[in-house]
T-cell receptor, first 113, second 113 residues
C-alpha cells in the first residue's frame, strides 16, 4: 500500500522567512497530492493540491512542486506570518479505484514574530 | 451551516463501555471516511464508504463498526473501549470521484479512562 513520509517533523522560522516541507511517496500509481493545514484544536483543511499532470502550482504565498520521477512533492510558504503556525499534512491518493488519502506524519510549523 | 458535522465533540468514558459517534454531511458527497488522529497527530484512515457501501476497511479491530444508513451519514460504533482508543476521530467526505478535496468534520475527542 501507499506510504507517505514527511520531513521535517517540526520547523521553526522567523516571520518573513520561507518554509519548505517535503514529502515522498511509495506508490507510483498515486497522482493526487493535497496539502492540509490543521490549526490547534481544529479540523484539517485543504490549502493547496496538485495533480500529476503538472509540476508546480502556486496560490499567493503558497506553492507546491511535484517530481513524479523521484516521487517527491514539497510545500513552499514564502513571507511566513504568525498565523501560518499550524500542523501541515501532505497526502497522496492513487489514480484508480476509490479515493483513499494516505497522510504524511505532519510538520509542526512555528512562525515567531 | 456546517458541511460535515460530528457529534459529540467530546466523549469521556470508562474502559469496557460501548459508544457511538455520529457524522452527517450536507454536501451531497458520495464518499465518507473515518480517520483516527492519535496523540502524535498521525492521521490514519480507518474506513471509507461510497454510497453506503464499505470500500475501505483498514486494519482496525473488530470492536469498531461503521454504519452508513444513507450516503449523508456515517456513524462509528465502538465496543469494549480500551485506553488505546483514546484519540481524536475525524469524519470526512468527498465527492466520490478521484482527485478531489476531502472535507473534515470538527473531530470527536474520545478519552477512555
Amino acid at each position: 500500500g501507499e506510504n507517505v513520509e514527511q520531513h521535517p517533523s517540526t520547523l521553526s522560522v522567523q516571520e518573513g522567512d520561507s518554509a519548505v516541507i517535503k514529502c515522498t511517496y511509495s506508490d507510483s500509481a498515486s497522482n493526487y497530492f493535497p496539502w492540509y493545514k490543521q490549526e490547534l484544536g481544529k479540523r484539517p483543511q485543504l490549502i493547496i493540491d496538485i495533480r500529476s499532470n503538472v509540476g508546480e502550482k502556486k496560490d499567493q504565498r503558497i506553492a507546491v512542486t511535484l517530481n513524479k520521477t523521484a516521487k517527491h512533492f514539497s510545500l513552499h510558504i514564502t513571507e511566513t506570518q504568525p498565523e501560518d503556525s499550524a500542523v501541515y499534512f501532505c497526502a497522496a491518493s492513487r489514480s484508480t479505484g476509490f479515493q483513499k488519502l494516505v497522510f504524511g506524519t505532519g510538520t509542526r510549523l512555528l512562525v515567531s514574530p | 451551516d456546517t458541511a460535515v458535522s460530528q457529534t459529540p465533540k467530546y466523549l469521556v468514558t470508562q474502559m469496557g463501555n460501548d459508544k457511538s459517534i455520529k457524522c452527517e454531511q450536507n454536501l451531497g458527497h458520495d464518499t465518507m471516511y473515518w480517520y483516527k488522529q492519535d496523540s502524535k497527530k498521525f492521521l490514519k484512515i480507518m474506513f471509507s464508504y461510497n454510497n453506503k457501501e464499505l470500500i475501505i476497511n483498514e486494519t482496525v479491530p473488530n470492536r469498531f463498526s461503521p454504519k452508513s444508513p444513507d450516503k449523508a451519514h456515517l456513524n462509528l460504533h465502538i465496543n469494549s473501549l480500551e485506553l488505546g482508543d483514546s484519540a481524536v476521530y475525524f469524519c470526512a467526505s468527498s465527492p466520490g470521484h478521484l482527485n478531489t478535496e476531502a472535507f473534515f468534520g470538527q473531530g470527536t475527542r474520545l478519552t477512555v479512562v
